[in-house]
């Protein structure tokens, strides 16, 4: 990164400076006769990174010993009911505890004390000055807090680099967050978190901890020990393998980021390099069998007509082929009439309608099935029920609370009914929401509806330029061929289901 683009990043970054080639952290000091005044402090570093890390370091260094001056000032001791206030109070080697103290606020104050122990020489007088009075109070906390308390504490001293023992290190714990902290726009909260525990579990595979000295990880053995432990998981297919790796390798290069001398970039290279899992491999989505459609369908189970949006979601996905984005963020103006037929259109007009491709867009003739449930009813009830406006969504579900797109919605809305009622076996069964588009394309196929019709109600862009060039359709033309097809087996169950749809 050049100095003009470092310059240019730090343009909203209200702590950071960057002079004559060196970053500075600008703090506010508390105004004297109504003027403004700034304390510059040089990060000593021309990397962003590291200095942004410093700033880090130093906003925990004060809020730790503003914390630490807060339990001392709040110190009682016998026969002294005004408190522990170092500046009142200097000769404490006389003074005692009060058991007034609460113990975990004592052991805290200690665990702090521990953990600056080794800085004080960079502190100010007055800083230096309080950690000299809790060190003249050290054998009186210990014997009040306790044994366990104090070596509890006490792993709290920082360590030290092997190296250079000037160096403080790292904990693996500390270098994550600071690499998650770095996130991308792109990358949810959701994500980061994911992307945590699967680093902080193949640690602990290695017999690492968040705890471990990050040095422990950043060297060879670790490295090419995690890696091999990656290669060798035959119950992983190799794009989650690949994902893996780029973890680490992420993890790996943050520590060169943090401190480029303690922690070099070339362990990288020893990170394996693994190929895409062949589409062969991958676990295909299976169509849904006659009797398992059945059983989802049957109304002696009430989940449905709980759950009124969830089976017109199916109903969509077993008509019209929709994938799950498509089928659950329609809205009201999607359900339309165009030359006098019923229609479904799907568009990506909005952010959270993620269609797949251009084929993908398309307009599909409601088939006499799912008009006859009821489907354009319902719709029509729904909306003067609730007021809704052209551009409300139907399936209130298919957001998050954020406004975000509901991408669990198979997995937390349906799922579980499936799994209850013996449908689904596990999460990786191929059985899910595509396999309706799955049980769509094969009754197309089985009814002799042809390949260029199949791509226009289905949304397929076509395998030859003879299917991309004269899958231009009309409605008309698109209606009658669904005609051919029907999903006879279900009538009875639809039936039903027409009676209890209409009384909501």
Known sequence: MSENCMANCMATKIYLQLRNKTFYYRVELPRVNNKRRYKIISLHTQNYFEAQEKIKQMMAEEEK?????????????????????????????????????????????????????????????????????????EKEIKEYIGPVNVAIAEICKPKQSVSDPQTPGYTIGQVLESMLSQRQASN????????????????????????????????????????????????????????KVRYLKELATRGNIINSDLYKNNIIELFPEIEKTKRADKNPHL??????????????????????????????????????????????????????????????????????????????????????????????????RLKAKDTDFIIKKCQTKSGEYNNKFFTRELSPFFMEIKVKTGNNDGFDFHSFRKNLSIALQDSGVGATYINDIIGWEGKTTMEQSYSNHTLAQIKNEMQKFSYDFLKPSFAKWKTIMAKK
């Not at 200097?90 to 003074?95: I, L």
């Not at 984005?325 to 165009?338: G, P, S």
């Not at 006098?340 to 269609?355: R, T, V, Y």
Request: net charge positive.
């Open 65 to 137: 010993l503003r914390r630490l001056r807060q339990l001392f000032n709040n110190l009682i001791f016998e026969s002294d009911d005004t408190g522990g206030i170092f500046t009142l109070v200097t000769n404490f080697s006389s003074k005692r505890l009060s058991k007034r103290n609460k113990v975990k606020d004592v052991a805290e104050l200690y665990s702090l004390y521990c953990g600056m122990s080794e800085e004080i020489k960079k502190l100010s007088e007055e800083n230096k000055a309080l950690m000299n009075h809790i060190k003249n109070l």
């Open 287 to 384: 169509p849904y069998r006659k009797e398992q459609l059945l059983e989802m369908f049957n109304p002696k189970y009430d989940y449905f007509q709980k759950n009124p949006d969830a089976f017109w979601a199916c109903m969509i996905a077993l008509f019209t082929g929709a994938r799950i984005n498509a089928a659950i963020t329609l809205q009201y103006k999607d359900i339309l009439i165009k030359d006098g037929i019923p229609c479904i259109q799907f568009c990506s007009d909005h952010k959270i309608k993620q269609l797949k491709n251009d084929a993908s867009e398309r307009l599909v003739p409601i088939h006499e099935q799912l008009l006859n449930l009821g489907f354009v009813d319902y719709i029509n009830r729904q909306k003067a």
């Open 188 to 243: 949810s909260a959701t994500y980061q978190k994911r992307k945590r525990q699967t680093i902080v579990k193949l640690l602990n595979e290695a017999g690492l901890s968040l705890e471990s000295d990050y040095a422990d990880f950043h060297n060879v053995e670790m490295i090419e020990k995690i890696s091999k432990t990656i290669i060798n998981d035959t119950s992983t297919k190799n794009d989650v393998k690949k994902m």
